[in-house]
């Protein structure tokens, strides 16, 4: 059975109350896509087509974490240069980890990547974004997920990219590669404080933006 997968920034509040939404569906068999595309078309949700589905649920993943990174920035009230330099360079590691799974680098930029991402780090509906803003300002972990119905998906995720990172980067000192990723996993089981994983991404070896090619073992 063919399948194909939906992403994108797509709050369900926003959908529900039928404003204009556009996300992503990833399937390697297109005319399964062309059907689901023409099937969920209205004058206010649109679906565009990617044959990228590796790419995709990694981007869809790794959102999620980067969520939780930007809440924490502004919990600890870092002004928008911080949050602006903290979500690109997110991106970057979402690339990176992209290509060594095995998926097109170009994804990330489309609206399953920087789209969904900016959705979720900068949208007052985002749950994982509350999680890292509560985090920020010092809340424990578990007050804060004790408190809620609703799931942040970026907790579990976390620490599942970590070890994918493990299983799949070659090398050691992936936590430089990946410092966000492996930083925001290092919080949440309370190895360090917000302030403290800051403080390890400013002190990081000064080095080239590395936005221009991706190497997968990176």
């Given at each position: 059975?063919?399948?194909?997968?939906?992403?994108?920034?797509?709050?369900?509040?926003?959908?529900?109350?039928?404003?204009?939404?556009?996300?992503?569906?990833?399937?390697s068999d297109r005319e399964l896509s062309n059907d689901l595309m023409e099937l969920l078309a209205s004058?206010?949700?649109?679906?565009?087509?990617?044959p990228d589905v590796v790419g995709v649920e990694v981007g869809g993943a790794v959102k999620n974490v980067i969520a939780i990174a930007a809440g924490m920035c502004e919990g600890l009230g870092l002004g928008t240069n911080a949050m602006a330099a903290l979500v690109t360079r997110g991106c970057t590691e979402m690339r990176k980890?992209?290509?060594?799974?095995?998926?097109?680098?170009s994804t990330v930029f489309g609206l399953s990547g920087v789209g969904d991402t900016f959705?979720?780090?900068?949208?007052?509906?985002?749950?994982?974004?509350?999680?890292g803003i509560r985090l920020g300002r010092g809340e424990p972990l578990g007050d804060i997920l004790s408190?809620?119905?609703?799931?942040?998906?970026?907790?579990?995720?976390?620490?599942?990219?970590?070890?994918?990172v493990d299983q799949k980067v070659?090398?050691?000192?992936?936590?430089?590669?990946?410092?966000?990723?492996?930083?925001?996993?290092?919080i949440l089981d309370g190895?360090?404080?917000?302030?403290?994983?800051?403080e390890r991404l400013m002190a990081l070896p000064l080095r080239v933006e590395d936005f221009a090619t991706v190497d997968a073992a990176s």
């Open positions: 059975r063919p399948l194909a997968f939906l992403s994108g920034p797509a709050f369900a509040a926003e959908i529900a109350q039928g404003l204009v939404t556009a996300v992503t569906i990833a399937s004058t206010n949700f649109r679906a565009l087509y990617s980890l992209v290509v060594v799974c095995g998926g097109d680098a959705g979720t780090c900068f949208g007052p509906l985002s749950r994982n974004r509350q999680v408190s809620t119905s609703e799931v942040a998906e970026g907790v579990a995720t976390s620490r599942a990219l970590r070890a994918l070659r090398g050691y000192r992936r936590e430089l590669k990946y410092p966000i990723l492996y930083g925001v996993a290092a190895d360090m404080s917000p302030k403290e994983g800051l």
